[in-house]
Nanobody, 124 residues
Framework: QLVESGGGPVQAGGSLRLSCEAS????????IGWFRQVPGKGREGVAC????????RYADSVQGRFTVSSDSAANTVYLQIDSLKPEDTAVYYC???????????????????WGQGTQVTVSQ
């Protein structure tokens, strides 16, 4: 299973660290992606990281404020979000890419397994 945690209410300007723990997967996943979604809109890719932590990618909209990292021993990936803005309010999902590409992507079609999401709510 894939479980996100760490969301919650926060004031603008604050920080959160989201976690994504993978367990029970018998197949090797290669990359982990972070996405977010607000009601009525599609899922937006914000960051991704290779399982080894050697490759990362960010959406232009979050570059400089979001940092993705991994603890491969714990099968856990983190998304540090700083300088939070009200427009960051969304449900945040992590997902696993079992493909063979060498670099991660932040497009939903690249991912085969999704977590249940964690809500982040940023107030003024």
């Amino acid at each position: 299973q894939l479980v996100e945690s760490g969301g919650g209410p926060v004031q603008a300007g604050g920080s959160l660290r989201l976690s994504c723990e993978a367990s029970g997967f018998t197949s090797e996943y290669r990359h982990i992606g972070w996405f977010r979604q607000v009601p009525g809109k599609g899922r937006e890719g914000v960051a991704c990281i290779s399982r080894a932590g050697t490759n990362t990618r960010y959406a232009d909209s979050v570059q400089g404020r979001f940092t993705v990292s991994s603890d491969s021993a714990a099968n856990t990936v983190y998304l540090q979000i700083d300088s939070l803005k009200p427009e960051d309010t969304a449900v945040y999902y992590c997902a696993l890419d079992f493909g063979t590409r060498s670099t991660c992507l932040i497009t939903t079609g690249a991912y085969e397994w999704w977590g249940q999401g964690t809500q982040v709510t940023v107030s003024q």
